[in-house]
Structure formats: C-alpha cells, structure tokens
Nanobody
Framework: QVHVAESGGGSVRSGGSLRLSCTNS????????MGWFHQASGKEREAVAS???????TYADSVAGRFTITQDTDNNTLSLQMDSLKPEDTGMYYC????????????WGKGTQVTVSS
C-alpha cells in the first residue's frame, strides 16, 4: 500500500552537489512530518533534515547551511538539495514520512547511495 522511494543518489567530487528526491505512493502532504536520514558505513543512522506540518525545518549541525529540505505537494515530491558535499557525507540516504506527524504511521524508503570523493 504505502511505498516510499528515493532517487537522485550518485557519485560526486568534494564540493559538488546532488539533489535527492522522495516520492510516496499515497502522496506527499503538507500536514505530514517528513525527513531525510543519513547512515555512513559503520555508523548509526542519523537525521540530517526534517520538515514538520507547519513547514518548519530542522537540520543537523553537520549539514546546516549546506543541505536544504523542501516539499512540493503539487508534484508529490520531497527533496534534499545537497551542496558543498564533503567525503563524510558519503553513505545511504533514507526518506521517512510520518503521516500526520504520528510515530505509529512512519514509513521508510529503501535508501539511495551517495558517494563523495576527495
């Protein structure tokens, strides 16, 4: 029923940019909480960017000023613009959707790989 999918990952040089996209089979809604998680090899998964039902955004200190999360409900897409990429940004990026910002309705994508070389 619910299918969350990410796209846009790839390999770039340090300082380059990528734009990740996330879609939900049931749509992207402004009253949802949504976010992006990053998991580097051998490390725990951590939230890097999120947006709540009021449109307020939150960023991890490690990506603040470099990453931007946006939602486009018309195109049912959640995006993560990643600029000034660093090697430590390398890893899997996962999209997560919380319908009505309720934890019990949390849905994850399978992830997309990002590799940043020096």
């Amino acid at each position: 029923q619910v299918h969350v999918a990410e796209s846009g990952g790839g390999s770039v040089r340090s300082g380059g940019s990528l734009r990740l996209s996330c879609t939900n089979s049931e749509g992207i809604h402004s009253n949802d909480c949504m976010g992006w998680f990053h998991q580097a090899s051998g490390k725990e998964r951590e939230a890097v960017a999120s947006i709540d039902a009021q449109g307020r955004t939150t960023y991890a200190d490690s990506v603040a000023g470099r990453f931007t999360i946006t939602q486009d409900t018309d195109n049912n897409t959640l995006s993560l613009q990643m600029d000034s990429l660093k090697p430590e940004d390398t890893g899997m990026y996962y999209c997560v959707i919380r319908r009505w910002c309720l934890e019990r309705y949390t849905y994850w994508g399978k992830g997309t790989q990002v590799t940043v070389s020096s």
